[in-house]
């Protein structure tokens, strides 16, 4: 079973992303509802892919996928963004910084399902 970490300050947006997972696949899910609670997990438990959103309080999505891809002990898993942020601008830096896909709100399920099965098999 595989462990996913989603980051994401809309409790409505997690839920949805956790229903369109639990649809394909059995995961085990840790929630944060930002980055600086998600860096409080990572050490706690060992993640196969990791979700965040952009726009969050306190430790931002980006901000995150620095720290996450600068580290020896997390650097290798892969790092998706769902957010509402599609601006070039955005996704340039998200790729610069090390994300592994990134996908535009609203989400397509049947899109978020290809890419999560294409890093999880």
Do not use: C, Q, W
């Not at 839920?15 to 409080?40: D, H, Q, R, V």
């Not at 720290?67 to 898993?77: E, R, T, V």
């Amino acid at each position: 079973m595989h462990n996913i970490l989603i980051v994401e300050d809309s409790a409505t947006i997690r839920s949805m992303i956790i229903s369109t997972l639990e649809s394909f696949g059995e995961f085990n899910f840790t929630e944060a509802p930002n980055g600086f609670e998600a860096l409080k997990e990572l050490p706690r438990e060992s993640f196969d892919l990791i979700i965040t959103d952009i726009n969050m309080p306190d430790i931002n999505g980006l901000e995150l996928v620095s720290f996450i891809k600068k580290s020896d002990l997390y650097k290798n898993i892969p790092l998706f963004i769902i957010s509402t942020e599609g601006s070039e601008a955005d996704l340039k830096k998200g790729m610069e910084l090390g994300v592994d896909e990134y996908i535009v709100k609203p989400f397509d399920p049947d899109k978020l399902e290809e890419i999560v099965l294409k890093y999880l098999k």
